[in-house]
């Protein structure tokens, strides 16, 4: 075994030891990675790490997915790269395949199934609220941005139509990006070379995924269509995902209940790696009617849908990353892209409490658990342990 294939094994054993250990989201991951990529084994310089993390928030896409995998392009190219993609992205879907099956066994064989889920519901409407505090702190910075987010978030929720986000990012990043002057100058390289195959990759499974859809109404392939698309689109992570998903498979295809979805995304801050993952629950569960073949179909589809746009992409921009960035309407259209993210967030906590009673109970569970996010350590791992037990202590005393 040559000295590179060794180093390419060990860079795949630290890649599932980060899928199985990193809770908490991006930006523990981004410590982690500081500490075993840059620091122990030097894969990549630090410098090198924070421009790369940049770039992957600018882009469509799982940006924590995309980052790791950006590091095994930079280590391997890109053979390891996608080796990297299924080992990170490995554990979580099993775990939220298993999760989707546990819960629809459960509702199958018991009247009152996701008891054990009472609280935690409300408690993800407070992991939502929490994050998106965080975002907004993070990405709102001026007044155009602000009455963006106000108006994004007004939209989408009296326009709660999948179709009406792309729509939304596309008109907030031109209207920020008109003010490109506002970006400091640097020399910029007139001489752009881009290499379009990843681009072309991913635009054209797009096409081929909406037009075979359209013309067969597979449901497999629909399902893949929808979650590519959903992974094209979104901008800021994990969070701003949620919203998608809730219309989309929630209200307008009613594939799911409010109630499975809220558990869903609750046990996904429960476990280890990509954010993206309740992608996968879902999926698993809009396939239920098939069987078990079709909880795991369903799982897979949605993982590869939602989880292959934001690679292309990064594939695609990486190589060309260093002269786009020096492009100032390229900077100044992602003020307005964020400020759309940040509105469709706040939009996206609401729509997802409107479902649920409107008691002291669930009140109380919400501010109790962006509390305890907010001025605590408390990973989410025990909290959503701590809504867990109580609920089954809950539903065995009624």
């Not at 900077?331 to 400020?339: D, V």
Request: hydrophobic fraction near 50%; aromatic fraction near 14%.
């Amino acid at each position: 075994m040559s000295i590179r294939t060794i180093r390419y094994v060990v860079f795949l054993k630290d890649a599932l030891t980060l899928s199985l250990t990193s809770f908490g989201g991006p930006q523990v991951l981004l410590a982690m990675l500081l500490e075993l990529m840059v620091t122990k084994r030097r894969y990549i310089q630090e410098e090198e790490l924070w421009e790369l993390n940049a770039l992957c928030t600018m882009l469509p896409g799982p940006s924590a997915t995309q980052l790791i995998c950006a590091i095994g392009f930079r280590v391997g190219g890109p053979r390891l790269a996608y080796l990297t993609l299924i080992v990170w992205i490995l554990p979580a879907t099993v775990a939220m395949i298993f999760a989707a099956i546990l819960i629809h066994f459960l509702q199958e064989n018991s009247p009152n199934a996701l008891g054990f889920a009472k609280y935690i519901q409300p408690m993800a409407i407070g992991f939502l609220i929490f994050a998106a505090q965080k975002t907004i702190q993070k990405m709102i910075k001026t007044p155009e941005a602000t009455v963006l987010l106000l108006l994004s978030a007004f939209v989408s929720f009296f326009y709660s139509s999948p179709y009406i986000f792309p729509i939304l990012l596309l008109l907030g990043g031109l209207s920020t990006s008109l003010k490109y002057k506002n970006q400091p100058k640097v020399e910029e390289d007139k001489s752009l070379h881009v290499k379009w195959s990843n681009f072309y990759l991913w635009g054209g499974v797009l096409m081929l995924a909406a037009l075979g859809g359209a013309l067969t109404k597979y449901q497999p392939l629909l399902l893949f269509e929808n979650f590519y698309r959903n992974g094209s689109l979104i901008f800021g992570g994990g969070q701003v995902l949620i919203p998608y998903l809730y219309t989309e498979f929630v209200e307008f295809k009613q594939f799911l209940s409010s109630e499975e979805f809220l558990t869903g995304y609750a046990l996904s801050k429960g476990i280890p790696g990509p954010t993206f993952s309740i992608s996968t629950y879902i999926g698993a569960l809009s396939m239920r009617e098939f069987g078990l073949l079709g909880f795991v179909v369903g799982g897979l589809i949605a993982t590869a849908g939602i989880f292959l746009p934001g690679i292309f992409l990064i594939f695609f921009v990486i190589r060309f990353w260093d002269q786009l960035k020096l492009y100032r309407p390229v900077r100044a259209a992602l003020e307005g892209i964020n400020a759309v993210s940040c509105g469709m967030l706040i939009a996206a906590a609401y729509l997802l409490f409107e479902p649920l009673e409107a008691n002291a109970l669930n009140i109380f569970f919400i501010l109790g658990t962006y509390s305890l996010l907010q001025f605590t350590k408390i990973s989410s791992v025990y909290i959503i342990t701590g809504g867990i037990v109580l609920g089954i202590l809950g539903q065995s005393l009624a």
